[in-house]
Structure formats: C-alpha cells, structure tokens
C-alpha cells in the first residue's frame, strides 16, 4: 500500500498538487486570463496549483516562462521532423509536416493551446519571452531551406521568415475561430506564405 503523499513545507494542503510544469503551466494560464497577466503574482499561481513559489521557481525561472513549459520540445518536434523527409519528399511537403506535427498537442490539451496562444499575442511580457523561441524556430527553418537546391540566395532566409508568419497567423486566427483546427490552419497558412518552388529545387 502507498503512503499518501503529504504537502511539502509551505505546500498548501487540502488540494491535490499539481506535479509537472505542463500542469503548473495550465493552471497559470486560465488565471492569467480570468485575472490578467500582471495582475497576477506568482504567489496566485503557486495556491491555485497546490505547491510552494519555492516548488514554482524549481519548474520556471519567472512568472512569463510559464508559457514556456512544452516550446523545447515543440522545437525539437520541429527539428527532428525536419530531418525526417524522405527522398520523394518536396521540401514544401516536409517543412509543412515539421510544423504541423511540432505543434501537434494531445485532444485534452487544447484549451490549454488554445489560452497559451492568447496569452502570446495579448502580454508583452510574454512576447518579449517569445522572440528568443521563435528565432530559434525560425533558424531551424532557414537551416533546413539551406540545404535545398535554389538559384536565389534569399530563399533561406524567406522559407524561415514565412514559416514563422505563417505559423503566428495560423495561431491567430485559431484564437477568433476556436473550432477550427490547428493543423488544417497551419498548412493553409505555409501553403499560402512559403516561397514558390524554383527549377532547381522541385
């Protein structure tokens, strides 16, 4: 029989703790939004979440990180799935499917991408937080474009700008849409934004 778990010190009892940055990150997020980003302390995270700030600042550094919790492993989706092209494979094809499977979150998580997303694009604490993880998402895709035959020096660096613009306006017309899905917005939205294929890359 298992021992049930007892609070640590200066862990709220009476409430199940929270027991991952996925959940305290959760959590957080519906506050910020019921209470505003800056009108909520980290304080209010930690009593929502059942834990100590001690506990909070072992998971984030700051209270903006918090929307933060899953971007590593968004981007090494990212980065995995564009290594992961086949030889009939166009780079359009697998850049789309690096995206849309990177971003891919479990069904009981999407009102939690749903609220990050909102979060992004309505703080300015956090989007100042977010121009490091998008450089680096960015990056990785001017990294890929690198490697495809094209006559035009500028392509890499337009397949990177356009992947992050379509990936950004992808998320903000999810926030006006709610119903739509994701992924579908996503690939409409590289369809329409990627450069064209050139003769020496199809």
Request: aromatic content about 8%; overall charge negative.
């Amino acid at each position: 029989m298992i021992a049930p778990r007892r609070a640590a010190s200066g862990e709220r009892g009476g409430r199940p703790p929270v027991s991952s940055a996925h959940e305290v990150a959760a959590v957080a997020q519906r506050i910020f939004l019921e209470r505003g980003f800056d009108q909520t302390s980290v304080e209010d995270v930690a009593v929502a979440a059942g834990i100590s700030r001690r506990t909070f600042f072992r998971y984030f550094p700051t209270k903006a990180d918090v929307l933060f919790a899953d971007s590593p492993a968004e981007v090494e989706r990212f980065r995995a799935g564009l290594a992961a092209g086949g030889p009939a494979d166009t780079w359009r094809v697998v850049v789309t499917r690096a995206v849309t499977e990177a971003l891919r979150f479990a069904p009981g998580d999407r009102e939690w991408a749903l609220q990050r997303a909102q979060l992004f694009f309505t703080v300015p604490a956090v989007q100042a937080h977010a121009v490091r993880v998008w450089a680096a998402w960015r990056q990785l895709a001017v990294d890929h474009a690198s490697q495809v035959p094209h006559d035009d020096p500028l392509f890499p660096l337009a397949v990177g700008h356009a992947v992050l613009a379509a990936t950004l306006a992808a998320h903000e017309h999810w926030i006006h849409d709610p119903a739509a899905d994701l992924g579908e917005l996503l690939a409409g939205m590289l369809d329409l934004l990627l450069p064209p294929d050139a003769p020496s890359c199809r």
